[in-house]
């Protein structure tokens, strides 16, 4: 896997990723994007949603502070993008934690072609009606082995399923990757599953077959974390260590790191 | 003192901490959470704040950028923690210096059972009903001694009361602790008052002795900024050792560097 | 040009800075206040806005993510303001990207007098009613020279026109400084543009000569970008040392590093 060609195409383009996302790491959705070399525009007035949809290669959905209202907004834009053939990245933040997330995100994804689905094991496996224990944002456990659970979800939503965790899978229902790299420090930060799907937004943007896309951007990402890792003492300076990584590893490739199976 | 049982506690038991906080210190409000070992949830609508709380281990309210709705929300949480006999900290940001932040943190104060009231001298002296000078969210000067103000407040509002200065106050009426422990750059970055609340509400979650452990929650928090700052070159750099200092501080003890006085 | 005598009045008489503005970057722009020696305050509820602005000595601006009940608020905030003489400064994020910012950007300019314009060219060139092409809140294009743009906006908006870019403009229609200082890292991180508006909002709060003291401010900043990027591995490090700069550079000049032509 070489995730250099994917980032090259983002340099060249600088596809804007409008986002709708969430009020706590807006900042890192936002930054991070640009240190990948893409163009981020964050906006949920439902006045301008759809227009700025319009103006983007692809748009990235984050319900983790949801209201009713923001999620209007998401389906607004969601239409847009759909219509367009752009392509939409859900992250669906604490699905599962109440009912008010797992009744939105429902809506979500059958009022809207979702491409890629984005979330943890809890998560994922609320989407895909087994049971699960979460905490707030967390996953505790699930009923069932998760890496079936998300080829099933994939089938179902028609959508590529990519689940974060200790092992990382990315599933279009028939491929998946499973993909052990990253450090335990990025799940120490708060941010680090928010900012993962705006680079599968920038990946996805540039992309011509999105599955393999998806897996590079998480193998890049999680490679990009190792290296922060090894500079840092801890999750602050993790923080501002894994964006200098993010924008410097355009430069050159990692591919001795890769731990990734296909299956 | 000892601080080191109450964060082995945070460790093990990672209680959740739901936050309805302002849109500046969000993400520092979060990340400091899971820097100290607990998990954050930050979620404000007024759908799910209720069954949010219900699965929170403490509630933490934060004015700062405070709206109607906002506050609405507060109280449908506030009454669900006070159901549920879980601890509420309330970070009373810029009382005093609007009609609108006084009177909005009456009505949370007499709706509601605070467990913890954080807030610097103009704050507390205007919960205290006690003439003061704020210029935005600071505090300028207050009539009276504050310790005795914090004091009269803390039985007032049966409640523990949190003063941050150069001098801690945390005193529950009774029993006060004043912590001369910190540092000047604390006062340089944004957010080292909001992430204090969420500390707070991570020791209140496990604690047993609810004034001791927020008198350790505040002497913990300073020697955190003081070792950081010995690592800093300014407000910028500080901000992320401080998160690292946090982090690390789990797993020492630093007790010669304590300047406690029990009154 | 000598920007130190401003930092000594911000640092003497600690102006609070009201500011209203976007999710993304409002802890960045409350942070880069504070670090320049003056007050942040953030707050946006219609409720309170104007006894904000009324206890403050400047007022910031930002539509980044705007909606039709902030932009009220901004109205609202901007007639005290002008009632009190203090002076206003617009961030016109994206403004020409939608018709939405477009629209409110015209509104503020109509019912508020604003001391200080700031833009990107293709944003400028949008209030100016100019052609131009923009992606999301980048300036692609503008039909014509962006300095005689800058001039005649400021001169029909009876305003100071600060146009960002690798050259840097400020106008006030007769007096032109353009500053080519500052570091390519600057553009790479998200939040640059937006913290520009806060120190020119910290400069004004203490001015005599509005016009003078935006372009010092501009060169205190750009001076400060080039600091903090020698300390640099990447925009993720550099956000951090960038604060650091702004804090420290308060104690000394940098005469020597000043590239400005008063044209």
């Given at each position: 896997?070489?995730?250099?060609?994917d980032l090259?195409k983002?340099t060249?383009?600088?596809?804007l990723?409008?986002?709708i996302?969430?009020?706590?790491t807006?900042?890192?959705?936002?930054?991070?994007?640009?240190?990948?070399?893409?163009?981020?525009?964050?906006s949920?007035?439902?006045?301008?949603?759809?227009e700025?949809?319009?103006?983007?290669?692809?748009?990235?959905?984050?319900i983790g502070?949801?209201t009713?209202?923001?999620?209007?907004?998401m389906?607004?834009?969601?239409?847009?993008a759909?219509?367009?053939?752009r392509?939409?990245?859900?992250d669906?933040?604490g699905a599962?934690?109440?009912?008010?997330?797992?009744?939105k995100?429902?809506?979500?994804?059958?009022d809207?072609?979702?491409s890629?689905?984005?979330g943890?094991?809890?998560?994922?496996?609320?989407i895909a009606?087994?049971?699960?224990?979460?905490?707030?944002?967390?996953?505790?456990s699930v009923?069932g082995d998760?890496?079936e659970?998300?080829?099933?979800?994939?089938q179902?939503?028609?959508?590529?399923?990519?689940v974060?965790?200790?092992?990382d899978?990315?599933?279009?229902?028939?491929?998946?990757?499973?993909?052990r790299?990253?450090h335990?420090l990025?799940?120490?930060?708060?941010?680090?599953?928010?900012?993962l799907?705006?680079?599968?937004g920038?990946?996805?943007?540039v992309?011509?077959?999105?599955?393999?896309?998806a897996?590079?951007?998480?193998?890049?990402?999680?490679?990009?974390?190792?290296?922060?890792?090894?500079?840092?003492q801890?999750p602050?300076?993790?923080r501002?260590?894994?964006i200098?990584q993010?924008?410097q590893?355009?430069?050159s490739s990692?591919?001795?790191?890769?731990k990734?199976?296909?299956?």
């Amino acid at each position: 896997m070489d995730f250099i060609k994917d980032l090259q195409k983002i340099t060249e383009h600088k596809p804007l990723i409008h986002h709708i996302t969430n009020w706590v790491t807006i900042y890192d959705c936002a930054n991070i994007t640009r240190a990948v070399g893409a163009l981020p525009i964050m906006s949920h007035a439902p006045e301008e949603v759809a227009e700025m949809t319009a103006l983007s290669s692809a748009l990235v959905l984050n319900i983790g502070t949801l209201t009713s209202e923001l999620v209007d907004s998401m389906k607004i834009a969601g239409k847009k993008a759909n219509e367009l053939n752009r392509p939409v990245v859900l992250d669906a933040v604490g699905a599962g934690a109440t009912k008010m997330r797992t009744q939105k995100t429902k809506e979500l994804l059958s009022d809207l072609s979702i491409s890629v689905i984005k979330g943890n094991a809890g998560e994922v496996a609320t989407i895909a009606g087994i049971a699960a224990e979460v905490k707030g944002v967390e996953s505790i456990s699930v009923a069932g082995d998760i890496v079936e659970i998300a080829r099933g979800c994939a089938q179902n939503e028609k959508s590529i399923v990519v689940v974060t965790g200790q092992e990382d899978i990315v599933t279009d229902g028939q491929r998946t990757f499973l993909i052990r790299n990253g450090h335990e420090l990025m799940g120490k930060v708060v941010g680090t599953g928010c900012m993962l799907a705006s680079i599968l937004g920038a990946f996805a943007a540039v992309a011509t077959d999105l599955t393999q896309a998806a897996a590079n951007a998480v193998l890049f990402y999680d490679i990009a974390g190792e290296l922060a890792a090894e500079l840092s003492q801890g999750p602050g300076t993790f923080r501002e260590h894994f964006i200098d990584q993010i924008y410097q590893l355009r430069h050159s490739s990692y591919p001795e790191r890769q731990k990734v199976t296909f299956v």
